[in-house]
């Protein structure tokens, strides 16, 4: 199932125009450049501005990146090209937990000297971060100091609930 860029951006979440920004600045998390799952084929030969349908996982990476840039609280979210890399680089793990709903999955990165990406249970997320936490002090380098998450089921929930309330068949 394919959807025209509004039915998209109403189930990412993301208001149309904005998605036609992300878009024409090449910020989408699966159309971005050197994106590690860029598939060309899937632009059927168009430009990545003439783009303008979208399938469900399309609309589910779009609604993720848009919480990772999220202002909550006072805290600024990140920018469209730093949540489009995280979301490409956590592409599996969101999928994955897009179609097996079970334990809350949580995708995000980790910086500090050194950066990588995170997914999993909060539990599993938290232990990654004490792992190399406990290799970059063995090692005498500077732990990580700070991490930017987002829960993707609880994103993959209000996708289906936007989905649900405008009578979107939405199937992943």
Do not use: H
Request: proline share 5%.
């Amino acid at each position: 199932m394919s959807y025209p860029i509004s039915e998209a951006a109403f189930l990412a979440g993301v208001p149309v125009d904005q998605l036609k920004s992300l878009r024409n600045r090449d910020q989408l998390p699966f159309l971005s450049p050197g994106a590690e799952n860029y598939d060309r084929e899937r632009l059927d030969g168009r430009t990545k501005r003439e783009w303008a349908r979208f399938i469900a996982e399309d609309c589910v990476l779009l609604a993720v990146a848009r919480r990772l840039g999220e202002q909550v609280g006072y805290a600024e979210g990140l920018p469209p090209s730093t949540t489009a890399k995280i979301v490409d680089n956590n592409r599996t793990a969101i999928l994955k937990a897009a179609k097996n709903p079970g334990w809350d999955v949580w995708i995000g990165y980790s910086a500090g000297d050194f950066g990588f990406n995170l997914a999993g249970t909060i539990s599993d997320v938290a232990e990654k971060i004490a792992e190399r936490e406990n290799e970059a002090l063995a090692e005498g380098r500077p732990a990580p100091v700070r991490a930017f998450l987002v829960n993707v089921s609880q994103v993959v929930r209000e996708v289906r609930a936007r989905a649900a309330e405008a009578k979107i068949d939405f199937t992943l």
